[in-house]
């Protein structure tokens, strides 16, 4: 089948470097990174009134993806990471390239650009959440049938993960040698490739001017070019994001402890009322837990289901969530 498709006639195919599948695919997950921060930060001027928002947000990044994405495809026949490296989609059909998607593969491309990365993040969380509570030796639930469950889905996550990673390196090698079109598994499945996009005709200041004097501007002139600027802002602002995210991991070997150690922090009065005791049920702590985004430290269940339930710490009222929830293994 792989041998079948490397060799492909109909509509000219110039084929891409598997370097810019890779940096595509790193383009789509820092914008996902960029929209849950900026969410973030929007919520933390009035996290009381707010705060719950952010335990959709995931759900409001599928919807702000589904938006991006089908216009994307509908416009240039790619995602939107994809058009920022000037790649485009075309059909493989009876080893022949497709100028255009069909509509089901366009609808089937929406789905797997917008799905896919939602629902892996999903099986993450849902994994990461029992390990830890599989951690603890009490454990909360001791149905055998719910065990098994858990059981099921971190194993379940893993196979998974490991399976879809070796199928890539597995398309990624047989895209290298030239024995396959298909660079990654998914755009298999679609019977879709990635080539270079053609070239786009954009209306320059001249021929604007031009048509503003001889008054044959029309109002689609006027809603290209409002395109053109909010696309351009945002690629524009992705590539900016791809910057610091490039520039904090050049930092990221900075030796710490070389660095100046600031004086620590004056003690409030209550963190001094809560010393040695959980500020939920007012007993020593037991499996000590520390909320990262406050500094409290906690009783495992007590701290585990309030952030479940009011998504904020109870004592400063900052919104958290199970993530900033980190065991502390005191004697």
Same mark, same amino acid.
């Given at each position: 089948?792989?041998?079948?498709?490397?060799?492909?006639?109909?509509?000219?195919y110039?084929?891409?470097?598997?370097?810019?599948?890779?940096?595509?695919?790193?383009? $789509? $997950?820092t914008?996902?990174? $960029?929209?849950?921060?900026?969410l973030?930060?929007?919520?933390?001027?009035?996290?009381?009134? *707010?705060?719950?928002?952010?335990?959709?947000?995931?759900? $409001?990044y599928?919807?702000?993806?589904?938006?991006?994405?089908r *216009?994307?495809?509908?416009?240039?026949?790619a995602?939107?990471?994809?058009?920022?490296?000037?790649?485009?989609?075309?059909?493989?059909?009876?080893?022949?390239?497709?100028?255009?998607?069909?509509?089901?593969?366009?609808?089937?491309s929406?789905?797997?650009?917008?799905?896919?990365?939602?629902?892996?993040?999903?099986?993450?969380?849902?994994s990461s959440?029992?390990?830890?509570?599989?951690?603890?030796?009490?454990?909360?639930?001791?149905?055998?049938r719910?065990?098994?469950? @858990?059981k099921?889905?971190?194993?379940?996550?893993?196979?998974?993960?490991?399976?879809?990673?070796?199928l890539?390196? *597995?398309?990624?090698?047989?895209?290298?040698?030239?024995?396959?079109?298909y660079?990654?598994?998914l755009?298999? %499945?679609?019977s879709?490739?990635?080539?270079?996009?053609?070239?786009?005709?954009a209306?320059?200041?001249s021929?604007?001017? @031009?048509?503003?004097?001889?008054?044959?501007f029309?109002?689609?002139?006027?809603?290209?070019?409002?395109?053109?600027?909010?696309t351009?802002?945002?690629?524009?602002?992705?590539?900016?994001?791809?910057?610091?995210?490039?520039?904090?991991?050049?930092? *990221?070997?900075?030796?710490?402890?070389?660095?100046p150690?600031?004086?620590?922090?004056?003690?409030?009065?209550?963190?001094q009322?809560?010393?040695g005791? !959980?500020?939920?049920?007012?007993?020593?702590?037991?499996?000590?837990?520390?909320?990262?985004?406050?500094?409290?430290?906690? !009783?495992?269940?007590?701290? %585990?289901?309030?952030?479940?339930?009011n998504?904020?710490?109870?004592?400063?009222?900052?919104p958290?969530?199970?993530?900033?929830?980190?065991?502390?293994?005191?004697d």
């Amino acid at each position: 089948m792989a041998e079948k498709s490397a060799h492909l006639t109909g509509t000219t195919y110039i084929r891409p470097s598997i370097f810019e599948f890779i940096a595509q695919e790193s383009l $789509a $997950a820092t914008l996902e990174q $960029a929209f849950k921060k900026i969410l973030s930060f929007l919520v933390s001027f009035n996290p009381e009134r *707010y705060g719950h928002i952010l335990q959709w947000t995931d759900e $409001a990044y599928l919807v702000f993806n589904i938006f991006i994405q089908r *216009y994307y495809l509908k416009k240039y026949s790619a995602s939107f990471s994809e058009t920022f490296y000037d790649l485009k989609r075309v059909s493989v059909h009876k080893s022949k390239l497709q100028e255009k998607l069909s509509y089901k593969q366009q609808v089937l491309s929406l789905i797997i650009i917008v799905a896919f990365p939602y629902l892996k993040t999903k099986l993450e969380q849902l994994s990461s959440k029992y390990i830890l509570e599989e951690a603890d030796n009490q454990g909360i639930l001791k149905e055998r049938r719910q065990k098994l469950l @858990r059981k099921c889905i971190i194993k379940g996550h893993s196979i998974i993960f490991v399976t879809y990673e070796i199928l890539k390196l *597995y398309n990624y090698i047989l895209y290298i040698s030239e024995k396959s079109v298909y660079p990654l598994p998914l755009l298999r %499945l679609l019977s879709v490739t990635l080539t270079y996009a053609d070239p786009q005709s954009a209306l320059t200041i001249s021929e604007l001017l @031009r048509k503003i004097k001889y008054n044959t501007f029309t109002i689609n002139d006027g809603w290209d070019i409002f395109q053109r600027i909010i696309t351009s802002s945002f690629e524009l602002g992705t590539f900016f994001l791809q910057f610091v995210s490039w520039w904090n991991q050049e930092n *990221y070997g900075t030796n710490i402890t070389s660095l100046p150690a600031p004086p620590p922090p004056e003690i409030s009065n209550v963190a001094q009322q809560y010393k040695g005791i !959980c500020p939920i049920c007012c007993k020593s702590q037991h499996i000590h837990t520390v909320l990262t985004v406050s500094g409290y430290v906690f !009783c495992y269940h007590c701290i %585990l289901s309030e952030v479940r339930k009011n998504k904020r710490c109870p004592v400063t009222h900052y919104p958290a969530k199970e993530d900033d929830l980190i065991r502390l293994y005191i004697d």
